[in-house]
């Protein structure tokens, strides 16, 4: 079983940074491909970032790209968030999701990760 839990949300003003992190209990951290989506109310859960096992690759929304960073540290269980230069439109719940699929590949798909934390809630005022 794995747990994931997130912190790291909160209120921001517009233009503002956060950092959001995952905390993993699996010893087999390293053998899943992470990822982070989030949810506004009203809308469907939607990809934000993910990163391979090793980190050397990741994938980005669109609508994120050049203002967020995803990273993650194996030794310890963790992953992170770096957002900057938030947007009102940015105002969700954030979650991070656990893929250990043989496959390895990074996923932009919701179905492909088996593990998802409960979220923190990100909200950004203008």
């Known amino acids: 079983q794995v747990r994931l839990v997130e912190s790291g949300g909160g209120l921001v003003q517009a233009g503002g940074s956060l950092r959001l992190s995952c905390a993993a209990s699996?010893?087999?951290?390293?053998?899943?491909?992470m990822a982070w989506f989030r949810q506004a109310p009203g809308k469907e859960r939607e990809f934000v970032a993910a990163i391979s096992r090793t980190g050397g690759r990741t994938s980005y929304a669109d609508s994120v790209k050049g203002r967020f960073t995803i990273s993650r540290d194996n030794a310890k269980n963790t992953v992170s968030l770096q957002m900057n230069s938030l947007k009102p439109e940015d105002t969700a719940v954030y979650s991070c999701?656990?893929?250990?699929?043989?496959?390895?590949?990074?996923?932009?798909?919701?179905?492909?990760?088996?593990?998802w934390g409960q979220g923190t809630q990100v909200t950004v005022s203008s």
């Open positions: 699996a010893r087999t951290f390293s053998q899943a491909v």
């Open positions: 999701s656990a893929d250990y699929s043989i496959s390895g590949a990074v996923s932009t798909e919701r179905y492909r990760y088996d593990y």
